[in-house]
Structure formats: structure tokens, C-alpha cells
């Protein structure tokens, strides 16, 4: 990790001071070139304005002389008054050879000094300023007294007429023009001037004089009026050329200087980049050594510490005092493990209590079971006295029927009444044991009825205790929910270094769904339940008052049989009234009848109701095996909860 530090830091300084010293190359050059093209532009401004000054000078000087009246009005006695005023005139001007003036024919009248006159008539500078009549200044021409390069510049002279009456022209030597060369070749740079030929006629270098560079990029673009800067040669001979034309005399000024020279201030400036950068490079090199040494070493140590909490030990504990990002992140680190730490214990109580409650529904469940299955088995039992009981109601009815079929043969016939008279005590008597019995089997019946009714409102009672120990599993499986969710997201934001516990956290929040779901499942469960529990209570408690009604008609029924037993004694000791006996007894008989049919319909619909109880009290039992099986499960889930929180050390 050093390594990568140190090449990181080393790359971060490197890159930059690349790209910095390539840009401040880049610019220097280019400002280099700009600085070298302007200052040979200036330096041959300079010249130029130089060169210009002079022969400004001259022409200004001719100027004045054209505008003197001796000059314009001529008189070949004022000769001289007019050599004296070209004699003063040379002396302000010791740079002019020949001051001469002459007439408009071209035959020189006058001159500063004693030489030969002649006839310029032939000359081109006169021929153009006859045609032009303006100043004139002429090629270079080689002085055939002197046998030096010079120039004639001549101005016209007009009369009052204004007429061309004469011509004044003054020989410039081209040796001041050199000097001016000399004195603006300074800094690399050279300066010359090349006339209209493109022969070079000023230059620091004399050896350069009279050089042909008519040929020349430069020559060309400033002997056709333009001004700039072009780059000649090649390699060490490389020069920059700037170029200028003078519009006066036709000549072109030039100033060149040597690449080698212009690039002297670049060689510097990247040997001293090149220094700078192996510098910041062994400078960066050591603060990367000495920064990841800093940095690599409480990075290791929180390394161990991660690879500890990742493996479940949250008891690690570390001391970094670090006032960087790194010490940000040891902070961070042990909030996070100090969070997971609490989010663990938690964890740990839950599942206990989740585990212990799973136990409890569990043992609940068994026990509602159990109950459902006394339930069943009581129910039956009723069902099967209930059965017994409508047999002997159908036998009753018979015997009634039978004793309305005497009675009618007693109405028939009165003669047989003392025969048959035993026989219907002995009947009757039967049938008041019959009621008797009748009565025994309802009293049982209602008694089953109301040990149902008190183990219904048992189980009514159990199926609630289960719902509220399903609303307390559903609650700590919601909490469990968000301890998993607030575990994923403190997970989330430890990022690489909580994945593992954000895994954990993921199977706790299914486990908390699940059992959340089992708990959900078991309610509607329980709610089916105590809903048929009211149903069978209800059911109960009517078939309760049947029996009730039940036994009022059996009571009925005894009584008319006593009263039956009662005609038949008197029937046996007063024949007379057999016949109001007969109809009195047949009344009765009819009353019997229609008891015995009411107590056979009530228990016919008591048996339906057992029925429906039985089948009630099997779904309940089915009910609760699936609420046993889901507890069975729900203990499995916080059993898998509590092994995979005790894989955590805290």
C-alpha cells in the first residue's frame, strides 16, 4: 500500500508539474517568437524612421533653398550670391557631398564647391522630375569624384509663374546609412537596407555590401510595399526576417536575427524546468513515503478491526488518533460497531422472548387441542343420547297411538271396559314409566347440554388467550422487522465493510415476515374459531331451551297420565261413567298426541344441532393442529434467530 501511496502522490505531482512545464514551454516559446517578431519589427521601424529622418532632412533643407529668390529669379549676375548660399547650406550640412543647382535644360549653374559643371539632362532623375516636377530621389549611383555609393535627391524650382524655372539636388553619401545599420544591430538582431535592385547598400557588415537579394522572400514582400516578418533558412542557419518599405526613397529596410539567439532564453528556461521538475519529483517521492507511512499503518489496523467485526467479534476495540479522513473513518468504524454491538444484544433478547413465546403459543395451542378433542367427544356422546332419546320418543308416540286406538274401542264399546280396564291401568302405567323414562334422558341431555356450554366458553376463553399471544408474536415480529431494517441501513452506510451484516440483517427481516405472516395466518385462525365458538354457544343455548320445553311436555304428559290412571280407577269402580270417561280420556289422549309429536320434532332438531356442534368442533380441533403446526414453526424460526445472533461476540 506504501508503494501505491508513494506512486499515487508521486503521479499527482509529476502529472501536474508535466503539464505545467509543457504549457510554460509552450507559452515562453510562443512568447519568445511574439517578442523576437516585435522587436525585429520595432528595430527595423527604427531604422526605417531613421533612414526617412535623414533624407527628410535633405529634402526639407532642398525645400527651403527652391523657395529662395535668388534661386527662383535667377540672374546670372547674382552667381555669387547663389555658390555662397549653396556654400552655407553644405556647411550646416557637412553629410552632403555636392550641393548643386541648375537650370530647367539640366546644366548646372551652381555648386558648393569648385568642381566641373555638367549637363544631368541625360539623367533619369532629371528626365522624371521634368516629368513629374516633384522631388526625386535617385537610384544608388557610384560618385565619380569620390568613388562612394551616393544618391541624389532633387527638387524642382518654380518662378512666381509657378513655371519650372530650375532644379537644386544634393549627393547623399550612403556611409551614414551603414552607421545607422551599425547602430540598430544590437542584441542578435542586424540591420541593412537594400535599394530598389535589391542590392544591399547599408549593412553592419561590409562584407554584405553590394549582395544581390533580389531573390529573397523578404525583398519581394517589401519591394512590393508590404510590411511583416518571414522565417528563412534552416536548421543552425535559421533566421527570423522582418521587412519594411520605405515609400520615399523605393528602398527596402530589413532586421534579421538568428533562431539560435531568439531560442537561447527557451534552452534556459527548460534546463531550469527539468531541474524543478527532478526536484518536485524527489520531493514528491519522500512526501509520498513519509504521507503513507502516516496513513498505510492506522489503515492496516482498521483492516484487522474490520476483518474482526466481520467475523462476529464486536469486542475489538482500537486507539487511532487521527485528525484526518482516516481518523474520521476509525470513528466512524467504532460507532458502527458500537451500534452493531447494541442491534446484537437486542437481537439477542428478542429471540429469546420470541422463542419463549413460540413455546408458550405452542403449549396453548396443545392444550386448546386437547380441549377440542374432549369437546369432540362430548358432543358424541351427546349425539349418541340424543339418538337414544328420539328412539324411545318414537316408541312413545306408538304406545300413545295404540292407547288412542283403545280408547276408541272403549267409546265403541262399553261392555268391554271393565275387561280391557286392567289391561289400560297396566298400559298406562307403562306409559307413565315411559314418560318417566323420558323425562330421565331429557334432564340427562340437558345436563350434557350444560357441561357443553361450559366447555365452549372454555375453549372461547383459550381461543382468546391464543389471539393475544398472536398479537404479542405479531408485534415483536414487527419490531423485529425494523431492528433488521435499521440494521440494513446502518449496514448500508458502512458500505464495503458491512455487507456481512447487511446478509444477517436481510434473513432476520424474512424471518420477522415470516413469523409475522405465521402470526397474521394464526389470527385469522383464531378468529374462525371464536367465531363458531359463538355460533355452538349460541346453538347450545337453544337447544338447552328445547330440552327445557322438552321436559314441561313430558311433565305435561305425566300428568295426563296420571290423570288417565286416574279415569281408569274409576272406570273399574263406576261403569256409569264410562262414556264421559271415554270422551274425557280421548281429549286427554289427543293432548298426549300432540306432545309426543312436539317432544319427537324437538329432538329430532336437537340431534341436527349435535350434529352441527360435532362438525364445528372437528374443524375447531383441525384449526387448532394447524395453530399447533404453526407455532411448531414459529419456535423453529426464533431458534434459527437466536444460532445465527450467537454467531456475534459482544
Not at 527651403?64 to 550640412?93: C, D, R, S
Amino acid at each position: 500500500m506504501k508503494k501505491q501511496l508513494i506512486m499515487i502522490v508521486s503521479i499527482i505531482t509529476i502529472v501536474p508539474l508535466l503539464v505545467f512545464g509543457a504549457f510554460s514551454l509552450i507559452s515562453t516559446t510562443n512568447k519568445i517568437q511574439k517578442d523576437a517578431y516585435s522587436m525585429n519589427e520595432q528595430n527595423v521601424e527604427l531604422v526605417l524612421q531613421k533612414a526617412q529622418t535623414l533624407v527628410n532632412t535633405e529634402l526639407a533643407m532642398l525645400q527651403q533653398l527652391a523657395t529662395n529668390p535668388e534661386l527662383k529669379q535667377y540672374n546670372p549676375e547674382q552667381l555669387p550670391q547663389v555658390k555662397n548660399l549653396l556654400a552655407q547650406t553644405a556647411g550646416i550640412h557637412p553629410e552632403l557631398q555636392t550641393i548643386v543647382f541648375s537650370s530647367v535644360n539640366g546644366q548646372q549653374i551652381a555648386k558648393n564647391t569648385d568642381a566641373e559643371l555638367d549637363n544631368v539632362s541625360d539623367r533619369d532623375y532629371f528626365k522624371q522630375l521634368v516629368s513629374t516636377q516633384k522631388p526625386v530621389i535617385s537610384d544608388v549611383i557610384v560618385s565619380k569624384s569620390s568613388g562612394k555609393k551616393i544618391i541624389n535627391i532633387v527638387y524642382p524650382i518654380f518662378d512666381n509663374d509657378k513655371k519650372l524655372s530650375g532644379l537644386v539636388q544634393c549627393s547623399l553619401p550612403l556611409d551614414t546609412m551603414s552607421d545607422y545599420a551599425k547602430e540598430f544591430s544590437t542584441n542578435g538582431q542586424t540591420a541593412y537596407i537594400a535599394d530598389r535592385a535589391g542590392i544591399i547598400l547599408a549593412h553592419p557588415d561590409s562584407k554584405q555590401l553590394d549582395a544581390d537579394i533580389h531573390t529573397t522572400a523578404a525583398f519581394q514582400q517589401g519591394s512590393a510595399g508590404n510590411q511583416g516578418t518571414v522565417e528563412s533558412g534552416a536548421g543552425s542557419a535559421k533566421k527570423l526576417v522582418s521587412y519594411v518599405h520605405d515609400p520615399i526613397t523605393g528602398w527596402t529596410v530589413f532586421s534579421e536575427q538568428s533562431y539560435n539567439v531568439i531560442m537561447q532564453d527557451y534552452f534556459k528556461l527548460l534546463y531550469s524546468s527539468i531541474i524543478i521538475m527532478v526536484v518536485s519529483l524527489i520531493a514528491a517521492i519522500t512526501a509520498g513515503y513519509v504521507f503513507s507511512s502516516r496513513i498505510a499503518r492506522p489503515l492496516l489496523q482498521l483492516v484487522k478491526v474490520t476483518e474482526s467485526v466481520a467475523q462476529g467479534d464486536l469486542t475489538t476495540t482500537w486507539d487511532i488518533k487521527a485528525k484526518h479522513e482516516v481518523g474520521a473513518l476509525s470513528n466512524a468504524l467504532a460507532r458502527m460497531t458500537s451500534s452493531l454491538r447494541e442491534i446484537v444484544s437486542h437481537l439477542k433478547d428478542t429471540s429469546l422472548h420470541l422463542a419463549s413465546s413460540s413455546e408458550q403459543l405452542n403449549s396453548s395451542a396443545s392444550e386448546t387441542s386437547e380441549a377440542s378433542q374432549h369437546i369432540a367427544e362430548s358432543i358424541q356422546q351427546v349425539a349418541t343420547g340424543s339418538e337414544r332419546q328420539s328412539e324411545q320418543v318414537g316408541q312413545t308416540s306408538a304406545t300413545v297411538y295404540r292407547m288412542a286406538d283403545g280408547i276408541g274401542h272403549i267409546a265403541g264399546s262399553a261392555q268391554q271396559v271393565a275387561a280391557t280396564a286392567s289391561l289400560t291401568s297396566s298400559k298406562v302405567n307403562e306409559g307413565d314409566e315411559a314418560l318417566q323414562s323420558a323425562s330421565r334422558e331429557i334432564n340427562k341431555l340437558q345436563t350434557i347440554f350444560g357441561e357443553l356450554s361450559g366447555s365452549v366458553g372454555s375453549l372461547s376463553q383459550h381461543s382468546q388467550t391464543i389471539g393475544e399471544i398472536v398479537v404479542a408474536i405479531a408485534q415483536i415480529a414487527k419490531q423485529t422487522n425494523l431492528l433488521s431494517l435499521n440494521a440494513g441501513i446502518e449496514a448500508a452506510r458502512a458500505g464495503e465493510h458491512g455487507k456481512g451484516f447487511s446478509v444477517v440483517a436481510k434473513e432476520i427481516r424474512n424471518l420477522a415476515d415470516e413469523a409475522s405472516s405465521s402470526a397474521n395466518q394464526i389470527g385469522s385462525l383464531i378468529d374462525r374459531i371464536q367465531s363458531e365458538i359463538e355460533a355452538v354457544v349460541n346453538k347450545t343455548n337453544s337447544g338447552s331451551h328445547e330440552v327445557e320445553h322438552s321436559i314441561q311436555a313430558v311433565q305435561t304428559a305425566g300428568a295426563s297420565f296420571q290423570l288417565i290412571r286416574s279415569y281408569v280407577n274409576e272406570v273399574v269402580t263406576s261403569i256409569e261413567g264410562v262414556s264421559e270417561a271415554s270422551s274425557t280420556l280421548s281429549q286427554g289422549t289427543e293432548q298426549v298426541i300432540q306432545s309426543v309429536n312436539q317432544m319427537s320434532g324437538i329432538t329430532s332438531e336437537a340431534v341436527g344441532e349435535i350434529e352441527s356442534v360435532s362438525a364445528a368442533t372437528e374443524q375447531q380441533l383441525a384449526t387448532m393442529q394447524e395453530i399447533s403446526a404453526s407455532s411448531a414453526m414459529l419456535s423453529s424460526v426464533a431458534n434459527d434467530l437466536k444460532t445465527m445472533v450467537e454467531r456475534f461476540k459482544v
